[in-house]
């Protein structure tokens, strides 16, 4: 049980385009949702927290405007990344609670923005 | 703020060897505390968990136990193996639901040799 899927497992895009990012539950209700992102080598930055129905939370540093969330169901949250840049390469990882104190984490996502 | 520390990494281990990784932590009130693994490739995985002192999380033959006295959480295995061979990450956690957010140390990589 607690399995966290995410989609696309990696994208390759160019500069300036925008890429969606599907975090899922697949057995359980989340209520919250977490985003994190990943440099090579190192921990994961919690980029924002996202509740079903409501705006996300962004941590500080993260641009809202660039880094759209939606959670439109409890099982359900998309990360758009805007007008992407080589920057914004990274591991991005989602994970989902069902209201305890345990994160249940996706697979992750490659992105590449050449 | 809060904080997890965990020891300097990379470290190698031949089969069957006795693991430790230290963990240490700085938080106000009676946080939980977890070790999540990362495998090649993959997203992370809770290892195991502890949410009270003296508690003891185990799980595929890995233990920690919660130290409140000296703010610990070090992960110890009696023998390990090739498969044991990841990131290994330890967490706190002060609330649940929607503010159970998760403040990672900067995680370790086992390399097990046969």
């Known amino acids: 049980g607690a399995v966290v899927s995410q989609h696309p497992s990696w994208v390759i895009c160019k500069s300036g385009t925008s890429v969606k990012i599907e975090c899922r539950s697949l057995?359980?209700?989340?209520?919250?949702m977490f985003w994190y992102r990943q440099f090579p080598k190192q921990s994961l930055m919690l980029m924002a927290t996202?509740?079903?129905?409501?705006?996300?939370?962004?941590e500080q540093g993260v641009e809202k405007d660039k880094f759209l969330i939606n959670h439109a169901s409890l099982t359900l949250s998309t990360l758009t990344v805007t007008s992407a840049h080589p920057e914004d390469s990274s591991f991005y990882i989602c994970?989902?609670?069902?209201?305890?104190?345990?994160?249940?984490f996706g697979p992750g996502t490659r992105l590449t923005v050449l | 703020g809060d904080s997890v520390t965990q020891m300097e990494g990379p470290v190698t281990l031949s089969e069957e060897a006795f693991l430790t990784i230290n963990c240490t932590y700085t938080?106000?009130?009676?946080?939980?505390l977890f070790w999540y693994v990362q495998y090649p490739g993959e997203g992370l995985q809770l290892l195991l968990k502890?949410?009270?002192?003296?508690d003891k999380g185990s799980n595929k033959g890995f233990e920690a136990t919660y130290r409140k006295e000296t703010t610990s959480f070090h992960l110890e295995k009696g023998s390990v193996q090739v498969s044991d061979s990841a990131v290994y990450f330890c967490?706190?956690?002060?609330?649940?639901?929607?503010?159970?957010?998760?403040?990672f140390g900067k995680g370790i990589t086992l390399s097990v040799r046969p």
């Open positions: 057995d359980f209700q989340a209520t919250t």
């Open positions: 996202s509740n079903e129905g409501s705006k996300a939370t962004y």
């Open positions: 502890a949410t009270k002192a003296d």
């Open positions: 994970s989902a609670t069902t209201g305890a104190d345990t994160q249940y």
């Open positions: 967490a706190l956690s002060k609330a649940s639901g929607a503010n159970s957010k998760l403040t």
């Open positions: 938080a106000t009130g009676y946080p939980s």
